[in-house]
DNA sequence: TTTTTAGCAGACCGTTTAGTCTGTTTCAAG
DNA sequence: CTTGAAACAGACTAAACGGTCTGCTAAAAA
């Protein structure tokens, strides 16, 4: 066999991914892409036949990624504690605690800068995120489901679309902290919903939410 | 003075509406846009110097349809009650009511489309959108600041986040019932937010919930 | 050593794109 | 009735775009 090209299609992913998460899909240039992946023509389509091979390529690996953060997330809760509504609590807190980070890196979500742009819907691309949307709804109304039947909510309401708010948190978050310029909304709406999800599973809110980020809270809320 | 090219105008920036919901703003040409309104090469330039331009000119028309949209709907919340906490929960429940019809004409959020897709982020295209954000945060704000007065909330919350939150469960929801191309989702979040809030001031979820809804909400919904 | 093939480089090409330019029509002011 | 300018219509253009093609190189197989 000769010359690896794994790390060259890589380094094209990361730039697209990184270009695209800012410009979108087809405001993106292939031209572009290879320019800050410092490779060419020749290199670019002997990895990606086509820019939407590119794209689906994309998704595939974001998604993946996604899917695996839910389920070590979802784990890493599991191991923490017994109760499943506490699970899922935990789970939010986890991605609370990761947020900044997360923002940081990824000033957007890919899928939603993918279903807003593609012209193309018919390329199996938007199947690989419908998928991961599945994923993240399934596990969690699961875990709500579990939580509901152990300890009834204070309030009558529908666990799928329960389940759905917390991607819709997410997506939105991701939005206006985009919008705003402003990277913390992330954390301060993971925040707010987890003290929902604590109101309504009548959880205790632990009084250690967190310490490391509340003293960056310092902020301009008008609390009066 | 000639003719009056206002219809023209109109009928450009509707195309151009409809169209870039549908694939972004990049990924319309201009071309198409001319086809889809019927006009001509002439008209549209006539209009709108750059594409650019044109781009502005949809956001400023977006934005101030929603911020009306924004004011109508809190006026007649407030007029159909006097406690703060439930004109917020009676301006949920509006939007509830105007959910399907919102998202069947229109599948997506302008804002969204933009701010994901623009290479051209230094036009003030953004801060028009910006401006009607904060319109929506800081409205809500008053509002949720004013209810936890008279009752304070069940659980300590940070009102600027919740009132964000409803901005963040909107366009969360544009992009679930984007994604899994089911509309009913934005009516469905709504109405969980409306659900939260209840909880959150402890008001009584009245029994008549929009009732022309109910019936149609018969769904796949595994409520056991 | 020779052959083969994946990996890559970059000139090149046809199409699409945003935008221009030269008109023609409409209509109100002078 | 003439004029002048806004409101178009549509051929045209330069640049950008996605994609092709030819050829070179490295390294493993024969």
Same mark, same amino acid.
């Given at each position: ?9 890589t ?9 695209m ?9 292939v031209d ?24 689906? +390529?994309l998704?595939?690996?974001? &998604? ?11 784990t +890493? ?9 506490g ?11 990761? &947020? ?14 993918f ?18 949307i599945?994923?993240?709804?399934d ?11 152990l300890? $009834? ?6 666990l799928?679309?329960?389940a ?16 705003l310029?402003? $990277?913390?909304h992330?954390?301060?709406?993971? +925040?707010l919903?987890r ?8 959880? $205790?809110?632990? +009084?250690?939410?967190?310490p490391?980020t ?11």
């Open positions: 066999m000769p010359k690896d090209g794994a790390p060259t299609r380094r094209i992913l990361d730039s697209a991914e990184r270009l998460l800012q410009r979108g899909f087809a405001a993106t240039s572009e892409v290879i320019a800050d992946s410092r490779s060419s023509k020749g290199a670019f389509f002997h990895h990606f036949p086509t820019k939407n091979d590119l794209g689906r +390529a998704v595939a690996r974001y &998604a993946a990624a996604d899917v695996e953060h839910l389920e070590t997330f979802m +890493a809760a599991e191991a923490e504690i017994a109760d499943p509504a699970q899922v609590i935990a789970f939010i807190r986890l991605f609370e605690e990761a &947020a900044d980070e997360i923002v940081a890196e990824q000033p957007s979500c890919l899928y939603v800068s279903i807003y742009d593609r012209q193309l819907t018919e390329d199996g691309t938007t199947e690989m995120i419908v998928d991961a599945v994923a993240w709804r596990l969690l109304r699961a875990k709500l489901q579990a939580a509901a039947d300890h $009834p909510p204070s309030s009558d309401i529908d799928q679309d329960l759905d708010h917390v991607f819709v948190t997410f997506e939105g978050a991701f939005i206006l902290a985009r919008s310029q402003d $990277p913390s992330m954390r301060r709406q993971l +925040a919903l003290g929902l999800l604590e109101l309504l599973f009548d959880v $205790p809110s632990k +009084a250690t939410t967190s490391r509340l003293t960056r809270r310092s902020r301009d809320r008008p609390r009066q």
